[in-house]
């Protein structure tokens, strides 16, 4: 499946708060296609003792230009950036408040990527043995 499938349609005004102090965790088809842009996994992952996550740098993203509000690697961003502001919050799926315009998510949207997000938190506690096969 093409990753722009996973892409939340609803109002983002690109303001870049999910871009500062990020704790999203990264999938093995992630930073296979990450790495593959000529990034190392140290510069731009930390692993948290479970899951490899996005590294901070100066309170944002590796990745965020925040001079620009720009991603660096917009069209090969992480799942779980494009599944945002659809989140698993422990019980189940549902938009985070912290994006200014969560409300404006349709429900369709909702339906259709739910999921999705479910298979997201799965996958992404197996990265690090996925990582570990495929990166030594
Ligand atoms: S916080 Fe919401 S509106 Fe702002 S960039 Fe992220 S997804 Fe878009
Ligand atoms: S990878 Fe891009 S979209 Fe995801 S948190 Fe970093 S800068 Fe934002």
């Not at 499946?1 to 349609?9: L, N």
């Not at 620009?68 to 422990?90: E, N, Q, S």
């Not at 912290?98 to 429900?107: D, E, F, I, L």
Request: charged fraction near 25%.
């Amino acid at each position: 499946m093409d990753e722009t499938y996973f892409e939340v349609k609803f109002r983002c005004i690109a303001c870049g708060i999910c871009c500062v102090g990020t704790q999203m965790e990264l999938l093995a088809d992630d930073i296979d296609r990450i790495t593959g842009l000529g990034y190392r996994l140290e510069e731009f992952a930390v692993f948290d003792g479970s899951h490899y996550r996005l590294r901070n740098v100066d309170g944002h993203c590796y990745f965020y230009e925040p001079h620009r509000r720009t991603c660096k690697i917009y069209p090969h961003r992480p799942r779980g950036c494009r599944l945002y502001p659809l989140i698993y919050d422990g019980s189940g799926v549902t938009v985070d408040k912290t994006c200014p315009t969560w409300h404006t998510v349709p429900r369709r949207e909702m339906a259709r990527l739910a999921p999705h997000v479910v298979d997201f938190v799965r996958e992404s506690g197996l990265t690090r043995l996925r990582v570990k096969l495929s990166h030594g």
